[in-house]
C-alpha cells in the first residue's frame, strides 16, 4: 500500500524557517516524480515545488522562489522541503503528493501537515 | 500562466440526479494534462478521472470527463450521498501545475 506521512509542520514567526519531511512506503520511491501541494486554511489548492526522481530537474512556483527548497533522498525513501523567510500567506496545509508516470498530476497524496505564520 | 476557472462555485443537488461541473481554461491545455480530484472535509485530495476522460483506479463509472480545448466537464451521472465533496481540476503545462478554485457538491 501506497502511503505518504508529513511531518514537521508547526508554528513558527514570520521571517523563520521550518522544514517539511515526507516519508515515503509501498512503492519504489526513487521511479516517481513527487512535489509539494498547499493549501490555505478555507481555500484552494496550490502547488509549490516539483523534484524528479533522480533530483535532475527542480522546479518552483514563483510564490516560494528563493524562499523555499525542495530536495529528496531516495535512499531513505524521503521528501523535505526547507522553508524560509517565512509570511503569513505561507500558512497552509503542506501535502506531499506523487507524480505519475507522466508527471503531470498526482495519484498520492499524504494527510498533510499544518504549517501556522504567525507573530 | 494558465488559469483554471470552475462553476458554479457550489452545486446543490438530490441523491440520484445528475452533476455537471465545468472547468474552462484561459488557453487552450492539452487534454493529456487535464485532471479532476475529489477532496472531502479533513482529507486530502483523491484524483478522480485524467488525461481528460480516463478514470483513476478504483473510481465508479458514475464519474466521467469530457471536454477538449479550453472547455472541460465532469459529470457525476447519479449522485450518492458520499459524493459530497469539492471537485478540482488541474492542469499541467510549462512547468507549473495549476488547479481551478474548485466546486463545491452539496447534497441535498
Known amino acids: 500500500e501506497v502511503q505518504l506521512v508529513e511531518s514537521g509542520g508547526g508554528l513558527v514567526q514570520p521571517g523563520g524557517s521550518l522544514r517539511l519531511s515526507c516519508a515515503a512506503s509501498g512503492f519504489t520511491f526513487s521511479n516517481f516524480h513527487m512535489s509539494w501541494v498547499r493549501q490555505a486554511p478555507g481555500k484552494g489548492l496550490e502547488w509549490v515545488s516539483y523534484?524528479?526522481?533522480?533530483?535532475?530537474?527542480?522546479y518552483y512556483a514563483d510564490s516560494v522562489n528563493g524562499r523555499f527548497t525542495i530536495s529528496r533522498d531516495n535512499a531513505k525513501n524521503s521528501l523535505s522541503l526547507q522553508m524560509s523567510s517565512l509570511r503569513d500567506e505561507d500558512t497552509a496545509v503542506y501535502y506531499c503528493?506523487?507524480?505519475?508516470?507522466?508527471?503531470?498530476?498526482?495519484?498520492?497524496w499524504g494527510q498533510g501537515a499544518l504549517v501556522t505564520v504567525s507573530s | 500562466e494558465i488559469v483554471l476557472t470552475q462553476s458554479p462555485g457550489t452545486l446543490s443537488l438530490s441523491p440520484g440526479e445528475r452533476a455537471t461541473l465545468s472547468c474552462r481554461a484561459s488557453q487552450t491545455v492539452s487534454s493529456s494534462y487535464l485532471v479532476w480530484y475529489q477532496q472531502k472535509p479533513g482529507q486530502a485530495p483523491r484524483l478522480l478521472i485524467y488525461g481528460a476522460s480516463s478514470r483513476a483506479t478504483g473510481i465508479p463509472d458514475r464519474f466521467s470527463g469530457s471536454g477538449s480545448g479550453t472547455d472541460f466537464t465532469l459529470t457525476i451521472s447519479r449522485l450518492e450521498p458520499e459524493d459530497s465533496a469539492v471537485y478540482y481540476c488541474?492542469?499541467?503545462?510549462?512547468?507549473?501545475?495549476?488547479f481551478g478554485q474548485g466546486t463545491k457538491v452539496e447534497i441535498k
Open positions: 503528493a506523487r507524480g505519475t508516470a507522466t508527471g503531470t498530476n498526482f495519484d498520492y
Open positions: 488541474q492542469q499541467y503545462g510549462s512547468s507549473s501545475w495549476t
Open positions: 523534484i524528479s526522481s533522480s533530483s535532475s530537474l527542480i
